[in-house]
């Protein structure tokens, strides 16, 4: 058997974020951070997560011959000094309406911090680091960046000298009260604008044999949808914030999701994209008619999917708000919200190509443009993965919380997710964008062709000299399963 070729950090920390309050100060003196602040050094109260990740970057081998030395600089193999590095955490919604806490449906914002501090060590004060994220419509700006503390971090480096700019990608935002549109605001966008990237026949749409005139997004009307993933196009709304820095570190949630089994990785780029409504995400019908809304043909699911498509117009236009909110809320008490609807399930054959395809124009773009004839990828990414509290069961916006303590950190988005995979207990196999992604092929986004090639480098954050031992996927593990999506229950989770 050959050696694996893909490094994979897992650093084991505490299992929660008790404690830590913004700007997220470490909490311990930091030697290679004299570079940055100097004489300065603010110790904060207990803060695992800036060890974890700190020893997951040490893990990863960056400038291993200087880790935890005062000349450490691990971002520096990634980016050069005077560079623009772009922050992509999931931000995704500002609250949780389950049982479960905010905690696992975003990105903590001690994430943000120390990540940060390594970017500013690594670009210099001639670079630039950027927050940048395109959140759900719903999701109230305001709200989830106080929770995040994205103010106090403007703050605190401004303090130092250092501007640290916050980019709400988004072009709209939306009110919804019982699942319905009632209100939008118009947001300022990208202030660096927007990039179209086309894939064409490099899409994973292409030959799929999906529809695209049956296509449904983020909105009610399904036009846009249709229009960018037709006549040969498969176009996207790319941030020009993300695409012309110099490297992109996301930063996603550890959680299950609805759509695509997991959301870890691959499913976070979908924050880059501007228009929402340019993403398809199911195709109208059931399997027998070509679609992946819902499974089966219970009249029922039926009815409601041509129900739903009368709809639409209407409320495009704001009509019939209160009938259409008193349905919404009937429906849920009658069926429960564990019902299969708008392609949230296992045969979902749709988003995961989406998910896929923004992987393709992330990693195959920069600030010169796109690049579908490059050997590999032509953009530096990399990936650390908030697990300290993981989410299961109704994610992404309703997810169980799940305290894991667990960081998960690599250059490759897909050895990142079989990691984490593994942690939950599933089976890569049983997820379409996983599995896809590892068949290589032109426009690959992933060295990974199976799960052997990936060494998992795993460390404990709560020691300080970075020592790692080196496991295979095989050998990593949490105590009990996740619970997977309602839709996906016994066609995610792994055999033993």
Not at 226 to 236: F, V
Request: with cysteine.
């Amino acid at each position: 058997m050959s050696e694996p070729r893909v490094r994979v950090a897992l650093a084991r920390a505490e299992d929660g974020y008790l404690g830590i309050e913004a700007p997220f100060d470490p909490d311990f003196a930091v030697p290679e951070l004299g570079g940055l602040y100097g004489d300065r050094s603010d110790v904060g109260s207990p803060n695992p997560v800036y060890r974890a990740v700190r020893s997951a970057l040490a893990a990863l081998g960056l400038d291993g011959d200087r880790a935890g030395k005062a000349d450490w600089n691990p971002l520096g193999d990634l980016v050069s000094e005077g560079g623009r590095v772009v922050l992509k955490p999931n931000l995704i919604r500002h609250f949780n309406p389950g049982e479960g806490s905010v905690e696992s449906v975003v990105t903590h914002g001690a994430f943000l911090r120390v990540v940060a501090d390594y970017a500013w060590l690594a670009v210099g004060r001639n670079g630039s680091v950027v927050i940048a994220e395109a959140p759900q419509q719903d999701c109230k700006w305001a709200i989830v960046s106080e929770y995040a503390g994205i103010d106090r971090l403007v703050d605190h480096f401004a303090r130092i000298g250092l501007t640290l700019e916050v980019v709400d990608i988004r072009r709209e935002e939306v009110d919804l009260v019982d699942g319905i549109v009632v209100g939008r605001v118009t947001l300022p966008g990208d202030p660096a604008g927007y990039r179209v990237v086309d894939l064409g026949d490099l899409s994973f749409f292409s030959e799929s044999g999906l529809d695209a005139k049956r296509f449904r997004g983020a909105d009610y009307d399904p036009g846009p949808t249709s229009e960018h993933h037709s006549n040969g196009r498969n176009e996207y709304l790319i941030s020009e914030t993300v695409l012309s820095s110099d490297l992109v570190i996301n930063l996603p949630k550890l959680k299950t999701h609805k759509k695509t089994g997991v959301t870890l990785a691959l499913k976070n780029l979908v924050g880059i994209n501007g228009d929402k409504n340019w993403l398809p995400h199911h195709t109208l019908g059931n399997p027998e008619e070509g679609g992946d809304e819902y499974p089966g043909q219970k009249t029922i699911d039926r009815w409601r999917s041509r129900a739903t498509e009368i709809a639409r117009p209407l409320l495009g236009r704001g009509l019939g708000l209160s009938l259409f909110r008193f349905v919404r809320r009937f429906e849920d008490k009658v069926r429960g919200e564990d019902f299969i609807r708008s392609g949230n399930w296992y045969g979902n054959r749709t988003t995961w190509r989406m998910c896929l395809d923004l992987n393709r124009c992330l990693y195959y773009s920069d600030r010169d443009g796109f690049h579908p004839d490059a050997d590999g990828p032509v953009r530096q990414v990399l990936t650390i993965l908030d697990g300290i509290v993981a989410g299961d069961c109704s994610g992404p916006l309703t997810p169980r919380d799940v305290p894991l303590g667990a960081v998960i950190a690599s250059t490759d988005p897909v050895a990142v997710d079989l990691a984490a995979m593994r942690l939950m207990q599933f089976d890569p196999d049983r997820v379409p964008k996983v599995r896809e992604a590892m068949r290589g092929g032109q426009l690959s986004i992933s060295s990974v062709r199976e799960p052997s090639d990936v060494k998992v480098m795993v460390t404990d954050a709560l020691n300080s000299d970075l020592t790692q031992v080196v496991r295979s996927l095989d050998q990593i593990r949490s105590e009990t399963p996740f619970r997977p999506h309602a839709g996906w229950v016994g066609h995610v989770e792994a055999s033993s």
